[in-house]
């Protein structure tokens, strides 16, 4: 079992940038794939970013291609989403989320991940 603890998140003018750390505890982070998620008010969780077990591969929503960025560090069992340039429309409750993920396609899935976060809310500021 792996325990998820995401924080890091507030309120943000746009424009401006907050860094999400997401924490592992119970087992070794390092044999899961990792992703972000994100769910606003009135609408479904959305796939933001993901970074592969060993972190060589990342992946990315359009939305937020070159403005966000995933790393991890399996020393620190943690995973960050760095997030610059921020909108209106990236408020929402940020999720981080682990799985054994097989194939490329599955990283931008929420099905493909088996432990969740409690999540952080996030808000932009016009």
């Known amino acids: 079992q792996v325990q998820l603890v995401e924080s890091g998140g507030g309120l943000v003018q746009a424009g401006g940038s907050l860094r999400l750390p997401c924490a592992a505890s119970?087992?070794?982070?390092?044999?899961?794939?990792v992703g972000w998620f994100r769910q606003a008010p009135g609408k479904e969780r959305e796939f933001v970013a993901a970074?592969?077990?060993?972190?060589?591969?990342?992946y990315y929503a359009d939305s937020v291609k070159g403005r966000f960025t995933i790393s991890r560090d399996n020393a620190k069992n943690t995973v960050y989403l760095q997030m610059n340039s921020l909108k209106p429309e990236d408020t929402a409750v940020y999720f981080c989320?682990?799985?054994?993920?097989?194939?490329?396609?599955?990283?931008?899935?929420?099905?493909?991940?088996?432990?969740w976060g409690q999540g952080t809310q996030v808000t932009v500021s016009s």
């Open positions: 970074v592969s077990r060993t972190g060589t591969y990342t």
């Open positions: 989320a682990a799985g054994v993920v097989q194939s490329v396609n599955l990283y931008y899935t929420v099905g493909a991940y088996d432990y």
């Open positions: 119970g087992r070794t982070f390092s044999p899961y794939a």
